[in-house]
């Protein structure tokens, strides 16, 4: 499996919130998308800016006219030494509202779309598209993960061994791809399509990678001892 990463990039916009007892323990990264866009067929849309789709095309016989979504990802601003224990968890996040999809079929629960993460073999290209650059693999092997979306909600995808094999190259950025080529089942004949928040949206959540570290082994000890020491004062005084 593949993922586009390059090594040099510009600062990221990122949250961190600490989580767990001591504050140090452990943390939360949220990274927002630094662009996006989505295609159909070999055309790059001119509204990637108001909405994500993906679709289940080829099951229907549109074969060529696939609706997919290309989503890039910076890093490089964040802490390297949060990563040094390793990262317990890693998932894209993005938030599905049938109200996108405008005059299209929205995904429902009754219509669920398959939504695939593959990587990409060549630099992320917002004019030109990356259509012919997915690392699908045989039938669709080489997905990172996948989800069905369906209900109108917030869905996510495991990343976690994705962005630790980055994190362990020291790779800035990070390139994806949102694919229903495979996975979907046809209830009927109607193409129903996957629509989620832009890059940049506040109506709804804008893309983004939750990534949460493992506790430092030390920080791990502190813990104990001082639960060790309350435990013991709350004996002594029982």
Do not use: C
């Not at 939360?28 to 994500?52: H, I, K, M, W």
């Not at 289940?56 to 964040?78: C, P, R």
């Not at 990343?159 to 009927?188: I, P, R, Y």
């Not at 506790?215 to 005084?237: C, D, I, N, Q, Y």
Request: charged fraction near 15%; glycine fraction near 8%; aromatic fraction near 10%.
């Amino acid at each position: 499996m593949v993922a586009y990463a390059k090594f040099v990039g510009v600062g990221a916009t990122f949250v961190i919130a600490s989580i767990g007892i001591p504050a140090a323990s452990a943390a939360v990264f949220n990274v927002p998308a630094v662009d996006a866009y989505y295609t159909f067929g070999a055309n790059v849309s001119s509204n990637s800016d108001t909405r994500l789709l993906s679709d289940k095309a080829t099951v229907i016989g549109f074969a060529g006219l696939e609706t997919i979504s290309f989503l890039q990802f910076d890093f490089s601003s964040l802490p390297v030494d949060a990563f040094a224990a390793g990262i317990r968890q890693a998932s894209l996040e993005l938030e599905h509202d049938s109200a996108l999809a405008g005059t299209l079929i929205p995904a429902t629960a009754d219509r669920p779309v398959s939504v695939s993460i593959y990587g990409i073999t060549a630099p992320f290209d917002n004019v030109n598209g990356n259509v012919d650059d997915i690392d699908y693999g045989v039938d669709g092997a080489n997905a990172f993960a996948t989800t069905f979306v369906g209900a109108d909600g917030i869905y996510s995808w495991d990343l976690t061994s994705l962005v630790s094999d980055l994190a362990a190259t020291s790779a800035s950025e990070v390139d994806l791809t949102l694919s229903g080529v495979f996975g979907n089942v046809n209830t009927d004949d109607r193409n129903s399509y996957a629509s989620f928040y832009p890059v940049g949206a506040t109506a709804g959540l804008a893309p983004r990678l939750s990534i949460q570290t493992v506790p430092e082994p030390s920080t791990m000890l502190g813990a104990a001892f001082l639960f060790g020491g309350l435990l013991a004062r709350r004996k002594r005084h029982s």
